[in-house]
Structures are given as structure tokens and as C-alpha cells.
């Protein structure tokens, strides 16, 4: 456990896209280097309403104790949270989680399913070989597309699936992967989104064989292990998405 | 110096702070981010003889200035309690204090019996409201409670908490119940029974449908219950029901409490433990209150 309790300074928080938005952190104190994968949890009212902290996930670290988070706003957390300007400190708790595994193979499949592309970023800069990168990517429309340019870098293969077919291939995330699958020997997914999405992925990874490590998501109260809030069923029983996820095996969880 | 030592029947406390059960883990959740040795006892995730699953997910959701849960009672079982629980939290200067629950009498007092020598006291939990059978079915029945402490006493030497519910159309006369039955104290206010629909689905926020609400949003019912009892019994009572800070804490001992708990907030500052032991202390500096004593029960009405 290396978890903290800090203050971090707002460097920037502006939007990325429509919805979207990008906020800069620079911790008041040193923190232990996050994995891809883990997370945050942020106090985002020094009141009782909203009483609970928000988890967001590690988008990039952005050099010494200085990290970014991509969110979406989607419910009166995010809202406060869109609202905080540069300048003011915020009272954060982390790195939270396990993390992504380091693991070696020939291809890295790394499929995300809108917002869930921020903790996939973070990975991808991380791992070494960058020509043995895919990224499979789903967005319900154009505008909300979002981390395009940096994915397009760093990246060997890069497809994209809207909805609405304003973007690259008219359908589901899922429907991109099932298409481009192929010559799957020693390929590994990591994959963030829904959890209907997450469940197709390991439906694909189940018919290949191979592994797939996908991060979860359950209401969280503290992150720390202690409410047992954030639980998932898993092959082993109940296990906390904060502790021993949010990155399960996708064999263990039990849809 | 001011002094802040309380009694909780035989167990003394070197602050009247006290983590409250399901908030806190084991400890060591909260071992990196709080000095357990500060606090002035730690009450342990509910423990019942076997192992127990909990409920299915969702088990939580945020309420205004509150939260629902259904955790189930979720615990790793007695065994597993004391051979590898306890004794991470016995490196600690502080008490351990045991919340234990059974589905019948006799559970209740194995329980107690294993207990006893290990602890440092023993909390009756006959309140939870998300368990089938057991918990709150003793609790909301006068002569099952008296029944089940009655027997629990005759099997345990240490001190006896009964954790009450505000589930009940009258408290006092389950607090006078309990202190005829042989409890040493008592524990208030378990989770109040809520529920919470999502509008567009129209299903429950909760797996469970009902839950305990607990946080700020309950902290005036508390108060309320915590003198309500107090005032109709000889023994201490620990106040508790969304203590955040020390000013929090300071309006339940003076409607009272000897000692109080804090809950919810755990979840939302890990050291909301420490800031209320030292804001406590700050209080009575200020305010030249030499002894807690002095504000237990201290109420002008």
C-alpha cells in the first residue's frame, strides 16, 4: 500500500471535446509514480453535498508529481469538477488499484469504449514497443472522438467505430475488433469502457484464447477497501473493484 | 493538558474516539493514512461465524448528504478474524472492540465465547438492517433483545455494547432493556432503513431495494436518539450517525454520549478520526474545559 492523502495544485482543466474535459495536476507532495490503470479519488466538496468522493482513472503522468485526468461530464461530481479553475487546490487520495500488468507479446490490443480510452493512454505511453500497438477505438459520434492525434502517434494500427457512422466504421467498437482480429498468436487486450462493452471484449477473448485484462467499474465509496461497496462477482467470489481491481483477468469475472 | 479519557464500562478509552463498525476495515485499510495508535478504539467490520458472501452489487449509492449500502454483513468469518485480523491490530496501542452478529442465540455466544479473551470488548449487533434473519431481527423485538444480551452476558466477562437501531418507534425502552439484560453500554444509531429509485429506469438504486442510510443526513435523528437514551439509562452510551468533525462529535456528548464514533466519514476523509480527536481537544483548550466530563451530558434545556 503506498496509497496518499494530498493536495494537488490545478495546473489547466479544459475541454478536450464537447462533454469532455482534461485537468492538470501537480501534487503538493511527492507521490509514488502511478501504474496505468490505477486511480484517483477526489474530494470535490468541502461540505456534505455530494457527500463521496469521485474515482477517476490515471490518464498520463506528465513528469515529477504531475498527472492528468480526461473525464466526461456526466453527473453533478463531474459538473464541480469541470468547474474548478486553475490555480485552486484540490484534496486527492492515491494511487488507488493495481494497475495494468506489464506483460510481454507479440501484439497489444488496446480497445476503448468512449471515455474509457483516458486510463489507455497512460498504458500505451508506458509500454516499449510502440509498433506492436493496436488501438481499437468506439465513440457514439465524431464530435466526441477524443485523444485521435496522440493515439495516431504512438500507435502501429488505429480503428475507429462510431455509432453513427460520422467517424470511421458505422457500428460498435466490438464490431472493429471482430473485423481486424486476425493472425491473434501471442495477443494480449486491455480494455476500458462500458461494462456491456467489456463483456464482448471477453467474449472475444474467450473464443481466441487469449488474455484480456479489463478495467471494471461499481460505485465506490472509499477506495480503500474498507465498505465493500464496489464489489463484482467474480470465479473467486465477491473481490473490491478498488483493491483487487479496477484491471481484473477476464476470465475471473462472472457476467 | 486537557483531559479526554473516558469509560466505557471497564474498557478505558484514552479518547473517547472510536471507529464505527463497517467504516473502518480491519484497520489496516487505514493504516498508512492514520496512526491507529491515536485513536481510542477500533470497532472491526461485523464478524459472524462463518464467512458471509454479502449482498449482490449495486450495494451503495450516494444520497444528499448521505449514502444508501447493502453491504450484507460481507466478512471473512471468526476464524480468519482472529488468526489473521487480530493480530495486526494488537500491534496497535489502542482497544479492539468486536462487532459480532448471529442468526440465532447460540451463534451470538460462541461468538462471544471465542471472543472473549481476544478483545478488548464486545459489540452486540442486532441492528443491521441488510441481512435476512439475525441483526435487526433482535433488535426491533424487546424480549429477543433482552433475551439474546441476557444470554451473551452470562457467557462473556468483557465489556458488552449493544449497537441499537433507529428502526424502533421508541429507544429508550430498548435502551432500558438492554441495561436490565447486563449490556455495559450502548452503541447508537445503526443506518436508518431508506431507499432510493433511479427515475429513468424506475428500478432501485440498490441490488437489495432497501438499505441504511447513514452520513450527515441522519446526524439531528441521532442526536435525538442519543439523548433520548441517555437520559433513561445509567450506563454510557456511544453516540454516532454522521460525525464528520469534531464539532459533530461534541454535539452528541453533550446531548450524552461518552464516547462517539465515526462512520461514514472514514469513507470520505480518512482522517476524520484524528481531526476530531484534535479538534475535540482544541475545543475544551479554547473553551478552558479542563475534562471531557464536563461535556458529557452538559445539555442546557
Redesign the interface.
Known sequence: ?????FKARVLENTPASPGYMLISLECLEDIKRPIPGQFFMI?LCSG??????RAFSLHAWIGKNRFQILYRIKGIGTKILSEIQKGQTIDV?GPLGNGFPKRKAERHVLVAGGIGIAPLIGLAETMDEKDKLSFFMGFRTKTEAICLDRVNKMAASVSVATEDGSLGQKGTVIDILNKNLNNIKSTIIYACGPRNMLKRVSDVALRHAIDAYLSME?????G??????????TTQ??KRVCKEGPIFDHREIVW | MVRVEVDIGRLHLKNPVITAS????YGE?????VDLNRLGAIVA?GISLKPM??N???????T????L?S?GL?NVGIDVFIKEKLPFLRRYDTRIIANILGNTIEEYVELAMRLDDVVDAIELNISCPNVQGGGIAFGRDLRMTEELIFSVRKAAKKTLITKLSPNVSDIGEFAKVSEASGSDALSLINTVMAMSIDIKTRRPRLFSVMGGLS???IRPIAVRMVWEASRVVRIPVIGMGGI?KAEDAIEFLLAGATAIAVG?A??????ATIEVIEGIEEFMEKGKIDNIKDLIGGLIC
Request: a neutral charge; one cysteine or more.
Open positions: 500500500m503506498n496509497e496518499r492523502l474530494r456534505n453535498d455530494p457527500l463521496l468522493r487520495l461499481e460505485y465506490m465509496a472509499c480503500l477497501g474498507s465498505c465493500l461497496g464496489c464489489v463484482i462477482r467470489g465477491y | 463497517g467504516t473502518f476495515g485499510e487505514y493504516s498508512d493514512l467490520k458472501d454479502g449482490p452489487p449495486p450495494r451503495i449509492c450516494e444528499p448528504c448521505g449514502m449500502n453491504i460481507q452520513g450527515p443526513a464528520m461514514t472514514n469513507f470520505v476523509n480518512p482522517r
